[in-house]
């Protein structure tokens, strides 16, 4: 009998034994797998820096870094799954669970439809042999799964009636009006163009690839009438949108270089966008946040004049380019333009000092212009009289310090070398950096034009603006409508599809406030 109990125990061993060597051996081959993806990222990463910090004709162009850092996040994924996996086996977790990592869990938008689907265990009878087990909870997951993109066609038939009995006159529904009348897609497809385009910067030979695998053949040329025929369209709305800009007591502007075919010289010139943008969220207004782009063939500050003609607004944030600087001698009935300053702007030239040279007066400029920030910080969203009691309790002594000690480091340091120069800047614009100090609605940078401005630098990576100037102008009004949207949180896909329809259908002009972005319903998704 103790043999037999023996002989039992030894084969239970011997099982455990081999159960255990098994665990060994999938926990070595993780960890040689986690070590494998980390060698990799660091050679990732050490590539990447010797093509950034190397001799100058090893670096690679600015437009090719996004290559290697894909590589670098594909790398990391490997390094996160060999690591949670080996994870798994030392904590003798086999269930595919994770641990404590949870970023998007509970925080999935509520108006996405959901798919339960229920696990249960291979069986719910007790191993102790009591009979089945009742129910005591349970653990909920959410994953955000995707469907492919799905298209349809939409058949539209309109029966004709006639008398039996005389020859009177048919009957028959008046056939429906579409931006493209007679044509192939619907206006929600068009959206779906007009923003893959001008709000996800996708060209659109690259959208003819997409649906050319669906087995739907659109040549760009039939992609580039479309937009063509909303842009028409929408001019309206963006006329409208200029109404409200026209009207607001401040405005942010900027603008950037836009490459442009010349086909007469079959040559690409620089042009460039400019944008002006409203946005009173930050001393809590209640007017919508818009943007509008404008092409021009220049830079001058003329551009700037023509574009802000008929404007009533007193200020203009802006960075410090000089061309702005006539704004502030026009003659207008409200007086000229008064020019707020940017300063983040001065913030990057000591941020890049310091980070370059380790220059100490670089290092404090920066902790002093924080400190501006961390106030601002406090006050973001209330009233302008509560932002100005706080700017002249706080700000003001920061800033009437702050501009003595430029003037000391000044004297103290090389007339010609660069942190001169950034200290001469500053000072140069002191009157347009430090106006916020006196008025609640300003803000302390030109962050909002600059947001909404950014887009256009990432469409610029992928393709000319135009190949020609015209559409170009094209250009500026779709996307100041989608970029607008998004100000507003507004999913432009939908806003263009139902507004395209109301304005194809006859919406009256008198009543087009309407038809505005911020006017349509926002988009619903909880903060995490």
Known sequence: MNLTVLQEENERLKALLAQTQATLAEHQAALAASEEARRRLESVVSQLNHEKFGAKSEKLHPDQYHLPLEDVEIAQGVLDAAQEKAQRVIQGRSDGS????QRNRGHLPAHLPRVERIIEPKSTLCPCGC???????????????????????LVTRRPKYACRRCSGAV??????????PGGLPTEALIAQVIVAKFGDHLPFYRQAEIYARQGIQLDRATLGNWAGRTCFHLKPIADHMRGHLAAAERLFMDETAAPVLDPGRGKVKKGFFWAIASDDRG????GPPIVLFHYAPGRGGEHAERFLQGFGGQFLQVDAYEGYDRLTRLERPQGPWMLVHCWSHLRRRFVKLARNTKSPIAEAAVRQIATLYAVEATVRGMAPQARLAARQQYSTPIIAALKPWFEKQLSMISSGSKLAEDIRYGLAHWEGLTRFLGDGRLELDTNPVENAI???????KNALFAGHEVGAENWAVLSSVVATCRLNDVN???YLAETLDAIIN?????QIEELMPWRFRKTSSPNP
């Open 283 to 286: 001393h809590g207004g209640q």
């Open 131 to 153: 009979g089945e087990m009742a129910r005591i909870g349970e653990d909920v997951s959410e994953r955000l799964d995707a469907i492919p993109a799905q298209l349809r066609v």
């Open 98 to 101: 994770s641990g404590s990592r």
């Open 171 to 180: 009957v028959q529904a008046h056939a429906p009006e579409h931006i493209v």
């Open 506 to 510: 006859g919406h009256p002009q008198s």
């Open 454 to 460: 950014r887009p256009v630098c990432l469409t610029r």
């Open 492 to 494: 432009p896909v939908a």
